[in-house]
């Protein structure tokens, strides 16, 4: 299939080892935050999201922390598997009707 | 399988050509948004129904481009005299009719101009 992750910014990182990603968001009035994870050839799959009136939400082996006074996103995977590896975006809703502003992506190589 | 479906998964047309793609959302969704990603790049808004009203469009979505979803259910997004900047990675997306939510996301069609 296609490479989703051209000329992305690349993570590279060892089996076993905790990953964080980085999004700067670009407006202070966005209210709510989602992680999305992309694989060759497939469209973007929820993993996590966060609202504005929260500092940070765990999932499953994962953790997302919002600070908005410096409009920043994290997302924090423990424990990375090889499963982990795709493009992930952060994307950011400003408005009612949930249309969402994706950031430009981060490639996460995990090597076995 | 109730996520989101899309078809043609892959499309090669001739410039100049007319496009069409299809979307059929979760049965249970009332919203369907459409978007475009060209490689490197996340997904770039270009439309938005709530049921079959047209709600929001982007300005990238030029004239030659239109949507629609007639009854409520799947939506269809076309493209007329196809230009080689439209070769991208259609996406579409639904979500519940209320509230701010996550969206999910078809596989995409991946449009090639020749």
């Known amino acids: 299939g296609e490479s989703v992750g051209l000329h992305l910014p690349t993570l590279s990182v060892q089996e076993g080892d905790n990953s964080i990603i980085n999004c700067a968001y670009s407006?202070?009035?966005?209210?709510?935050f989602i992680w999305y994870k992309q694989e060759s050839g497939k469209g973007p799959q929820f993993i996590i999201d966060?609202?504005?009136?929260?500092d940070k939400r765990q999932g499953q082996r994962v953790t997302v922390l919002l600070n908005k006074t410096v409009k920043h996103l994290s997302l924090q995977i423990a424990a990375t598997q090889p499963g982990d590896s795709a493009v992930y975006f952060c994307?950011?809703?400003?408005?009612?009707?949930?249309?969402?502003?994706f950031g430009s992506g981060t490639k996460l190589n995990v090597k076995p | 399988d109730t996520g989101v479906s899309q078809d043609p998964r892959h499309k090669i047309t001739k410039r100049g050509q007319n496009v069409t793609f299809r979307c059929d959302p979760i049965?249970?969704?009332?919203?369907l948004y459409w978007y475009r990603q060209t490689l490197g790049q996340g997904p770039e808004f270009l439309t938005y129904?709530?049921?079959?009203?047209?709600?929001?469009k982007s300005r990238l979505l030029s004239d030659r481009f239109s949507a629609e979803r007639p009854k409520g259910s799947f939506s269809t997004l076309e493209i007329q005299r196809t230009e080689q900047g439209d070769s991208a990675m259609y996406l579409c997306a639904s979500s519940p009719g209320t509230g701010t939510g996550p969206q999910h996301f078809g596989d995409g069609t991946r449009l090639s101009i020749l």
């Open positions: 994307a950011e809703n400003k408005d009612n009707f949930n249309k969402f502003y």
């Open positions: 049965s249970e969704h009332n919203r």
């Open positions: 129904f709530q049921n079959e009203a047209q709600l929001e």
């Open positions: 407006n202070s009035a966005s209210d709510y």
């Open positions: 966060i609202r504005s009136n929260m």
